[in-house]
Every structure is written in structure tokens, then in C-alpha cells.
T-cell receptor
Framework: EAQVTQNPRYLITVTGKKLTVTCSQN?????MSWYRQDPGLGLRQIYY???????DKGDVPEGYKVSRKEKRNFPLILESPSPNQTSLYFC????????????????FGPGTRLTVL | DAKTTQPNSMESNEEEPVHLPCNHS???????IHWYRQLPSQGPEYVIHGLTSNVNNRMASLAIAEDRKSSTLILHRATLRDAAVYYC???????????????FGKGTKLSVIP
């Protein structure tokens, strides 16, 4: 089954304790992205990656790191989490074709609910 | 950056058509218009997309204004399962060759009344 998986689904941690949220897709997609969702703010993009070793900042990258060493995986790293990073996080992936008629549906994972105390 | 404006919420009766509007007055010529929806406790899912012409698929129809400054997602017969937050999104070129970003607005929360 084609899917995007995230782990863990739920995480409660304390300020300053480094954590990693994993994301994996089995569709051989080039493009992967991380979003956070907060009440009243909708989804905001954190980082995205066009392919292995290619990453770029989204709208809210501060406090986050990502890496793309393998095509299927795109972990989100919080080196020193703070309470304002308490949020619902979504990973997504898609193909990356270009051109006037290109179409790149994004497939989203189930979400990771993170609480930083 | 081009942004979208949507009503915060809408209501529809079950089995009736629903028209969800989206304004994107600063859209550029290369921006695609995408619609995604998010069911409760799930990640967003793709609904439909278009560039200039109206589009139909099994889930919905997309009507795009001639000047492309607005669009409307049409659900022909709303069901209870269609209760979700609907996002109108513009896809534009980000930094780096071939890159792009999706900028989600706050979306429209659709309630379907039985």
C-alpha cells in the first residue's frame, strides 16, 4: 500500500531534550515536506526537499533541522525543543515533475502530535 | 507571494450542492490552483487542481474565473463524509530550479447537516 508513515504518532517531551520525528514514504517520491498545524493558523511549511541532499526552508524553519540522506526518509529534528513547538506535525511527499501540465499530488502522513513541556 | 482568502466556515445540507469560494487576486500566470481537504484527525488529502480551465473529477469540480483571481470548489452532493476543512492552495515556484511550495491558507470548515 502506497503510504507516508510517521513515528512517533504522539510524543510528550521536555524543553531542551533533542528529538527526531521520522517520516518515510514507499512511493519513490522525489519531493518531501514537513508542515506544522496550529489552531487558527492552518498548515505552515517548515522545510521541504526536492531530492536526496537537497533541502530548502519553508515558511517557519526556525528551531528545526532536516536531512535527506535517502530518498524514502525525511526526518525532522528538533535540537532543543521549546514549548512554542508544541504542535501537530505532518509529513508529505509527491513526485516532482515540471512543465505546464505537471501535476504533483501531495500525499500526507497521519500526523505526529508533539507536546513540549 | 500570492495568497488565498477563504471564508472561515460554511454549512450545507446533506445531498445538496456546495460551492466553496477562494479569492487569489495576486495569482501569477504560472500558479496552479489546488484544493485539499482535511477530515477530522487525519492528514490533508488532495481533491482537485487546475490552471485556467474548469476541471472535473470523481470528487468535485473546480470552476476558475476567467481572470483567475478567484475559483470555486463544487461538491455536487454533499455527504456527511465531506465535512472537513477545505484548503485552497496556490502552487508557485520556490527557490532552486524545479522547486515549488504549497502555501496553505486557513481553510474553510465545511459542516454538513443531516
Amino acid at each position: 500500500e502506497a503510504q507516508v508513515t510517521q513515528n512517533p504518532r504522539y510524543l510528550i517531551t521536555v524543553t531542551g531534550k533533542k528529538l527526531t520525528v521520522t517520516c518515510s514514504q514507499n512511493m519513490n517520491h522525489e519531493y518531501m515536506s514537513w508542515y506544522r498545524q496550529d489552531p487558527g493558523l492552518g498548515l505552515r511549511q517548515i522545510y521541504y526537499s526536492m531530492n536526496v541532499e537537497v533541502t530548502d526552508k519553508g515558511d517557519v524553519p526556525e528551531g528545526y533541522k532536516v536531512s535527506r540522506k535517502e530518498k524514502r526518509n525525511f526526518p525532522l529534528i528538533l535540537e532543543s525543543p521549546s514549548p512554542n513547538q508544541t504542535s501537530l506535525y505532518f509529513c508529505a511527499s509527491s513526485t516532482l515533475t515540471s512543465g505546464r501540465n505537471s501535476y504533483n499530488e501531495q500525499f500526507f502522513g497521519p500526523g505526529t502530535r508533539l507536546t513540549v513541556l | 507571494d500570492a495568497k488565498t482568502t477563504q471564508p472561515n466556515s460554511m454549512e450545507s445540507n446533506e445531498e445538496e450542492p456546495v460551492h466553496l469560494p477562494c479569492n487569489h487576486s495576486t495569482i501569477s500566470g504560472t500558479d496552479y490552483i489546488h484544493w485539499y481537504r482535511q477530515l477530522p484527525s487525519q492528514g490533508p488529502e488532495y481533491v482537485i487542481h487546475g490552471l485556467t480551465s474548469n476541471v472535473n473529477n470523481r470528487m468535485a469540480s473546480l470552476a476558475i474565473a476567467e481572470d483567475r483571481k478567484s475559483s470555486t470548489l463544487i461538491l455536487h452532493r454533499a455527504t456527511l463524509r465531506d465535512a472537513a476543512v477545505y484548503y485552497c492552495i496556490l502552487r508557485f515556484r520556490g527557490s532552486g530550479a524545479g522547486s515549488y511550495q504549497l502555501t496553505f491558507g486557513k481553510g474553510t470548515k465545511l459542516s454538513v447537516i443531516p
